[in-house]
């Protein structure tokens, strides 16, 4: 009896049968041999920072996930570094897998050391950043600074022979305007409450923007000014005390005309039935001895300035574990 059940093969697969009784094709002899970069296990007590890191490393549910991922897998991905000129290793890439392996209480993690000078370190820190779905407006402007230079440093061929500009490469290869990129690295001036502020949304661009146009003396009685007056300006107001300090005359006195207008002799912030009976401030003092064990080598306005850093920070970690410590 003839049996009729037949087994069809399609096209594809009698080519892949055919294919699998070719003879491998033959390597290529020029083909330069590529290696896979070699993993090595570095001490973390060894590891510095990247000078002047733009980036924050926050202690948010993202670095608990990843922290709990490293907990029950390890470090997938090694973090790469390479050799400064003080012959220690500085972290390129993966300072929040370092954190979070130091806050898990490890001592080594797995590492590519790069044959980088420092131009080139610093395009691939970030490069390697940049990425990253929310990045502060201070972080933007750093990373873009440091990455502009090093492209002045390394393509000053390129723009000849391109008849581009560095920063009009660095336009293009972050999809960023030259204008965006200019304003963004000029709030690198201001001093760091200012730009805690800004990051942290309690001040507009355009009000940071302008009064990163003035020194830092100029910004610390303005921010002094504001913090103690419990009041912040508008884009007007900040442009008319950026005059002030261009023509020299920056004083307590003229900040408060501008900021207080004279209406019955009191600042008018808020409605008048909320402002009838404000209970007295409260306040509290520091001497520069009590701080200068904690701030060595700081004078008073330097303290105060990263005091209020600490503080924004903890405010941020605050508002995200919902005022949780862990």
């Keep these: 009896m003839t049996n009729n059940n037949y087994n069809v093969q399609t096209d594809e697969q009698i080519a892949r049968d055919i294919l699998s009784i070719l003879p491998d094709a033959p390597e290529d002899p020029n083909k330069e041999p590529t290696e896979s970069p070699k993993v090595f296990m570095l001490p973390i007590r060894q ?3 990247f000078q002047n890191h733009p980036f924050k490393i926050v202690d948010n549910d993202e670095m608990k996930d990843l922290m709990h991922s490293i907990r029950d897998y390890g470090v997938m991905t090694p973090i790469t570094v390479y050799v400064n000129k003080n012959a220690e290793y500085e972290i390129v890439s993966g300072h929040r897998r370092v954190f979070a392996c130091k806050m898990l209480k490890m001592t080594e993690i797995p590492a590519i050391i790069m044959d980088y000078d420092r131009d080139q370190a610093v395009l691939a820190m970030v490069d390697s ?7 502060l407006p201070s972080e933007k402007g750093f990373a873009y600074k440091m990455k502009l230079e090093a492209l002045k440093n390394q393509h000053r061929e390129m723009e000849f022979e391109m008849q581009m500009r560095s920063d009009e490469i660095l336009a293009k290869e972050v999809g960023e305007s030259r204008a965006t990129i200019q304003r963004l690295i000029r709030i690198t001036k201001l001093i760091s409450p200012f730009r805690d502020l800004l990051d942290y949304e309690c001040m507009t661009f355009g ?3 302008v009064f990163a146009g003035c020194d830092p003396v100029g910004q610390d009685m303005l921010y002094c000014f504001f913090h103690e007056n419990n009041i912040y300006p508008n884009l007007e107001q900040a442009k008319a005390l950026q005059k002030l300090w261009e023509s020299n ?27 009838e009976k404000s209970p007295k401030k409260e306040s509290v003092k520091f001497g520069v001895d009590e701080l200068s064990d904690y701030f060595p080598g700081m004078n008073a306005a330097d303290m105060k300035a990263e005091m209020f850093t600490i503080l924004a920070e903890w405010k941020a970690k605050q508002s995200v574990t919902g005022g949780e410590t862990y």
């Design 129 to 135: 950043n940049l990425h990253r779905e929310k990045l």
């Design 249 to 275: 005359t920056l004083t307590i006195e003229n900040i408060r005309a501008i900021m207080i207008p004279e209406g019955n002799g009191k600042e008018v912030k808020a409605p008048k039935a909320e402002k």
């Design 47 to 49: 590891l510095k920072s």
């Design 207 to 209: 009000v940071a923007y």
